[in-house]
């Protein structure tokens, strides 16, 4: 089935700087791309959707200055953590949709794990 | 996208079939039923989905109710790498402009025992 990578895994960074999270695409062409955030013992939160060339689309509460989304080709969106504070600690989650035969279902990413100390 | 309702958690003994039911009285006649699974600290993980007919993959098999207003999941064999949280979720037809996202509930924790 279609497979979609995160990086990185895990990162643990110092409050006050910023940290960018990958999602890929790697066999299959994502014109849209979902970002999801999830804390611990909870459900996945969407966050925002990125499409390719455009800007992405935030979800109601939702701050786009500090999570800035990229998605530059129709394999690759970042989402950039701005001056990361200890309560964006989090579980971040990305999924594709990709067209053609692909277009039913969404696959998600790995996760990655993001510590701010 | 419909709501969904599921059983909080479940138990099951390995080797024992698993039957996870779900609740989306206020689906669409064009909306499609997707289940998906999240083992602790990874993403989620696509199983099966299914619109009217009932339907079967290596994973897994869907049971949706005539009425379409339930469905049940089933795990013919479980095993302990089964344990998971389970998500039931009501997706919005192609073209529409929430197409392609996903709304979680809590989800159902199956806990496979042995």
């Known amino acids: 089935g279609a497979v979609v990578s995160q990086h990185p895994s895990w990162v643990i960074c110092k409050s006050g700087t910023s940290v960018k999270i990958e999602c890929r695409s790697l066999?299959?062409?994502?014109?849209?791309m979902f970002w999801y955030r999830q804390f611990p013992k909870q459900s996945l939160m969407l966050m925002a959707t990125?499409?390719?060339?455009?800007?992405?689309?935030?979800e109601q509460g939702v701050e786009k200055d500090k999570f800035l989304i990229n998605h530059a080709s129709l394999t690759l969106s970042t989402l950039t953590v701005t001056s990361a504070h200890p309560e964006d600690s989090s579980f971040y989650i990305c999924?594709?949709?990709?067209?053609?035969?692909?277009?039913?279902?969404?696959?998600f990413g790995e996760g990655s794990w993001l510590t701010v100390v | 996208d419909a709501k969904t309702t599921q059983p909080t958690s479940m138990d099951c003994a390995e080797g024992r079939a698993a039957n996870l039911p779900c609740n989306h009285s206020?689906?669409?006649?064009?909306?499609?039923v997707y289940w998906y699974r999240q083992i602790h600290s990874q993403g989620p993980q696509y199983i099966i989905h299914?619109?009217?007919n009932n339907e079967t993959n290596e994973m897994a098999s869907l049971i949706i109710t005539e009425d379409r207003k339930s469905s049940t999941l089933i795990l013919p064999h479980a095993t302990l790498r089964d344990t998971a949280v389970y998500y039931c979720?009501?997706?919005?037809?192609?073209?529409?402009?929430?197409?392609?996202?996903?709304?979680f509930g809590q989800g159902t924790i199956l806990t496979v025992h042995p």
């Open positions: 999924s594709a949709r990709g067209g053609g035969e692909l277009g039913n279902t969404i696959y």
């Open positions: 066999d299959f062409q994502a014109t849209t």
């Open positions: 990125s499409n390719e060339g455009s800007k992405a689309t935030y």
């Open positions: 206020t689906i669409s006649g064009n909306e499609y």
């Open positions: 299914g619109l009217k």
């Open positions: 979720i009501v997706r919005a037809p192609a073209g529409g402009t929430s197409y392609g996202k996903l709304t």
